[in-house]
Antibody, heavy 125, light 108 residues
């Protein structure tokens, strides 16, 4: 059974750094073809893809947030970590980690077939 | 950045009826690179369809996807009460990989 579970603070202050951890079970984040992404959803708004890390440590970031984001993985713990600096109230929302889907015609791709339950993060002083 | 618009905003139908949800991309994109998700209140999104028309594992065959040019469609052929949810489309052709605002499907 594949599960992803987000953990981290529920409240951060403006200008602080957010660190979220995605703990994965049922597949290895370092297995060939694996990739894990972070996606967020502000209250009442659309989902927003943030970053993705591949099994070989290749990384992709949303260009508009690239200067604030870092995605890493800890293969010994089978975890993926997202840090976001200089948090602002507009960053409030639910943050999800998700596994990239794979298909014969796409390889490891940028649609997401398994999601964590989400972590609600509020940014407020 | 590719923008996705979804219509209608809300769809209110009875069990057994057919639901047709639309997603339009601007600028246009390769029709293969679209996915659809279902999201119920308080839950994570669930992948329904990828590659415009491929059902994800375990998804009932009443859910189907299609594409025509820049227009993408998710059809639920026979609505069931548990289909009440928000449905999101997503493009994964070009970064950033964007999502539509969602269509709310209500079951009367």
């Amino acid at each position: 059974q594949i599960t992803l579970k987000e953990s981290g603070p529920t409240l951060v202050k403006p200008t602080q750094t957010l660190t979220l951890t995605c703990t994965v079970s049922g597949f290895s984040v370092s297995a060939s073809g694996a990739a894990v992404a972070w996606i967020r959803q502000p209250p009442g708004k659309a989902l927003e893809w943030l970053a993705l890390i591949f099994w070989d440590d290749d990384k992709r970031y949303r260009a508009s947030l690239k200067s604030r984001l870092t995605i890493t993985k800890d293969t010994s713990k089978n975890q993926v970590v997202l840090t976001m600096t200089n948090m602002d109230p507009v960053d409030t929302g639910t943050y999800y980690c998700a596994r990239s889907g794979t298909a014969p015609s796409f390889g490891t791709s940028y649609f997401f077939d398994q999601w964590g339950q989400g972590a609600l993060v509020s940014v407020s002083s | 950045e590719i923008s996705l618009t979804q219509s209608p905003d809300t769809l209110s139908l009875s069990p057994g009826e057919r639901a047709t949800l639309s997603c339009r991309a601007s600028p246009s994109l390769d029709s293969d690179f679209v996915a659809w998700y279902q999201q119920k209140p308080g839950q994570a999104p669930r992948l329904l369809v990828y590659g415009a028309s491929n059902r994800a594992t375990g998804i009932p065959d009443r859910f189907s996807g299609s594409a025509s040019g820049t227009d993408f469609t998710l059809t639920i052929s026979r609505l069931e009460p548990e289909d009440s949810a928000v449905y999101h489309c997503q493009q994964f052709a070009n970064p950033p990989y964007t999502f539509g605002p969602g269509t709310i499907v209500e079951i009367k």
